[in-house]
């Protein structure tokens, strides 16, 4: 099997052997192709660190913007206070530059925070997606695992024990 398909592929295929499994006559239980969920499994693992790589690359973005946030909020800043020390010369001047530049430092401030908090927004949504994926998958697996589980304790306990006499026939 090629490491092509995404998590959710992968997720769909494992449904598809369960609902495609031959049932066991008289019983609740399915067999499955073990070698085909083992090669689901194999590339479910493969797949994992790109998503989470992915992740971490969203995670980085986050902190890229953040960090131009930061630095366009420094120069605005900059710029307000050259302009405040041009205008200070004269007091009705004086005035209007502290308004101004209070003006546009509170701009910058609530520009920042706004970038800031949609970022972690974004990247909350990103990361909530990737918990759920992974938390999903690991449900998924697990009920995979019990299901082998319950099928290698079904056959082992329908064949008959080497310590058992067989029966001789009319007995």
């Given at each position: 099997m090629e490491n092509s398909y995404s998590i959710e592929d992968l997720i769909e295929m494992l449904e598809d052997i369960i609902h495609d499994a031959t049932r066991?006559?008289?019983?609740?239980?399915?067999?499955v192709d073990v070698d085909k969920i083992s090669d689901i499994v194999s590339d479910m693992r493969m797949?994992?660190?790109?998503?989470i790589?992915?992740?971490?690359?969203?995670?980085?973005?986050?902190?890229?913007?953040?960090?131009?946030?930061k630095r366009e909020a420094e120069s605005i800043i900059r710029k307000a206070e050259q302009r405040r020390a041009e205008l200070i010369e004269e007091?009705?001047?004086m005035k209007e530059a502290r308004r101004r530049a209070t003006e546009i430092i509170s701009s910058a401030q609530n520009r920042?925070?706004?970038?800031?908090?949609?970022?972690n927004d974004f990247a909350d949504k990103m990361l909530l997606r990737v918990e759920e994926l992974l938390s999903n998958d690991l449900n998924n697996l697990r009920l995979l695992r019990s299901s082998i589980i319950g099928a290698n304790n079904n056959i082992q306990s329908s064949a008959p024990s080497m310590n058992q006499p067989l029966e001789k026939p009319g007995e």
């Open positions: 066991v006559p008289f019983g609740k239980r399915s067999m797949a994992l660190p790109m998503e790589q992915q992740a971490q690359t969203v995670v980085s973005d986050k902190n890229n913007i953040i960090s131009e946030a007091n009705d001047v920042c925070t706004d970038l800031r908090t949609s970022t």
